[in-house]
């Protein structure tokens, strides 16, 4: 359904600052479009898909690791961080992208990932070399004790967190791989060159940052040992160093305020009763952050559990009232660390998958938040039918692999029939561009497998079909870009107790709006809440006919979703 013409006029958002009003697009660059045949994408492959972008209406590509990198983690462990990883192409590649966004109206944001370098960066290989080096205290050396690490932090890819150094007989502190040592913070040198990388790249016309795993650059004083429950979730110690704050608010009044710079935090292990310590513009800190309480509402570690919808609202609501009046938040159900939204929050199945999908981007683009798709989400791409662990990339999954079945801890068939729903993996299979030989991704091998089902769903099948999911995001994006309270008006969820409707308004003055979900395959007759009345209909998924002016209840075919203007 087209976007209904008598909306009113924009208002006048000089106020506000540009990322509130912006839809972010992720990028994950090895898998986006390769332009050489190596099977890896790259840089120029993106510049080849800008006109793609900006028929989708984006405002904003979220460019994951681009820096030179030996790959122990898919480019989050950075070994020059004023370089471009040689597989995704040139520092003149990049700028040709950058130049190309910035024609198109397209900001770019780029990830910063200061929490720990790669072991093959010149400070840690100069760090490495004697306890006397100038670089020793870049990172975060101790003794051994009783034999062993210094203290029982794990590492969020098993084992320790402490790796020997058998040259200085010292071991140093990697939260992530081995291959990943944490830098000291406490060393403001450290903070200076991260200062000046952050310049170095606004400078070139980066319009801010997703600060990556930000909350864990301060480290606990004395790193005691952890208890057993703090074991059980040390990313909540991780993220509560006691000079955190002092960091971000340096860092916001020395780069990210002077540039007007975005910037996003990934907040895992932050609690939602602390995030306004991040957000609130009084503060002085981050534009906003990433909460995994949804798209985590169903895991136990790599164990998938349940969720419900009341949950999902409950958390939606939450998440909305600590952004409160001064601070703001994001509104995201996938990304390169999830599995796919459809699979995850919707159904599909073949029957379902298209219209599950275009509800669920109802629900993303009508939050008061900024929203960020993730590459493949427009396209209602669905996880990969893994099947054998060597069919698995990830170096978290085969380090579990080791740690918890080959030790014999859990069977085989158990830990795979969690992880293939569960795993990263699933949102980082190539894009499928085309029904073609590995989806046009490639005229390569791909680095990871092209999903089966390229040849359903593809780019090119959606940007010629009107009522694709791709088309669907389109639309969404507009009516978000004329509708100001669809991006400032006040978030209420009028039934929140409702098994299978999300039904919220979004309310700026005189201007109301009702955006109802309907998440399940009944059919229901469904009566507006707090005697709401429909105005009219700006959009609607296709699943069914809408209500007409005048109507106080609704025909709810499964998975519809529709934005209506009511009174």
């Known amino acids: 359904m087209t976007i209904d013409e008598t909306l009113p006029a924009t208002a006048d958002r000089a106020a506000s600052p540009w990322w509130k009003d912006a839809v972010v697009y992720q990028v994950y660059p090895r898998s986006f479009l390769d332009s050489n045949g190596d099977g890896i994408g790259d840089l120029n492959g993106i510049t080849a898909k800008l ?50 966004m910035t024609e198109r109206g397209i900001r770019l944001v780029i990830d910063l990932v200061v929490n720990h370098t790669s072991d093959e960066h010149r400070w840690f290989v100069e760090s490495r070399r004697d306890r006397d080096n100038p670089y020793r205290d870049f990172y975060i050396w101790r003794d051994g004790h009783d034999g062993g690490p210094p203290n029982n932090y794990s590492s969020f890819f098993s084992g320790s967190a402490w790796e020997h150094d058998d040259a200085t007989d010292q071991y140093y502190l990697h939260y992530f791989a081995a291959k990943q040592p944490d830098l000291n913070w406490e060393n ?61 608010q340096d860092l916001n009044r020395r780069v990210l305020a002077p540039y007007q710079a975005m910037s996003v935090g990934e907040a895992f292990g932050v609690g939602l009763d602390q995030a306004a310590l991040f957000t609130d513009a009084r503060r002085g800190e981050l534009s906003m952050i990433f909460h995994f309480d949804i798209v985590r509402m169903d895991r136990d570690g790599w164990r998938q559990t349940g969720w419900t919808l009341p949950q999902l609202k409950a958390l939606h609501t939450m998440i ?30 073949p029957a379902w ?30 996880n990969y ?10 170096v978290e999954i085969r380090g579990q692999w080791r740690t918890l079945v080959q030790t014999g801890d859990v069977p085989a068939d158990e830990f795979l029939e969690h992880v293939r729903r569960t795993s990263r993996d699933n949102a980082r299979t190539p894009m499928q561009w085309t029904a ?48 100001p309270a669809l991006v400032h008006g006040a978030f209420l ?40 009345t429909i105005v009219s209909t700006a959009l609607d998924n296709g699943a069914g006919p809408t209500a007409a002016a005048g109507a106080q209840q609704v025909h709810l075919a499964p998975w519809q979703a529709t934005v209506y203007r009511v009174e």
Do not use: C
């Not at 030996?70 to 130049?99: H, K, Q, S």
């Not at 001064?326 to 660390?337: A, I, K, P, R």
């Open 385 to 394: 039918p893994f099947e054998r662990i060597e069919q698995f990339e990830d």
């Open 493 to 532: 969820d009028v039934d929140p107790e409702h098994p299978t409707v999300f039904a919220y308004t979004r309310t700026l003055g005189e201007d109301r709006w009702l955006v109802l979900v309907h998440v399940g395959h009944d059919v229901l007759d469904y009566r507006l809440p707090a005697g709401l």
């Open 51 to 100: 006109d793609y972008l900006q028929t989708l209406g984006i405002d904003v590509v979220w460019l994951s690791p681009h820096f030179d990198s030996p790959n122990a983690d898919n480019g989050y462990d950075i070994r020059d961080y004023r370089a471009v990883m040689a597989e995704l192409g040139t520092m003149a590649d990049f700028d040709r992208m950058l130049a190309g």
């Open 188 to 248: 403001p040198t450290v903070r200076d060159e991260v200062v000046d990388l952050m310049r170095f790249w606004l400078d070139k016309g980066v319009a801010g940052f997703r600060m990556d795993v930000i909350p864990f650059i301060s480290k606990p004083d004395g790193l005691p040992d952890l208890t057993a429950d703090e074991l059980a979730h040390p990313e909540v110690v991780y993220a509560n160093g006691p000079r955190l704050h002092e960091y971000l």
């Open 436 to 483: 073609d030989a590995q989806g046009g991704f490639t005229t390569g091998t791909p680095w990871l497998a092209v999903n089966p089902n390229h040849v359903e769903i593809n780019a090119a099948a959606q940007v010629a079909d009107p009522d694709s999911v791709y088309h669907h995001h389109r639309r969404l994006i507009a009516l978000r870009r004329e509708v």
């Open 353 to 382: 998958r298209e219209l599950s999908a275009k509800a669920l981007a109802t629900m993303l683009l009508t939050q008061r938040a900024t929203p960020f798709v993730y590459q493949g989400d427009e396209l209602g791409m669905t």
């Open 320 to 349: 909305d009232g600590v952004a409160g009046e001064h601070g703001w938040t994001t509104s995201f159900l996938g990304n390169h660390d999830n599995p796919r939204t459809v699979s995850h929050f919707g159904d599909d199945s």
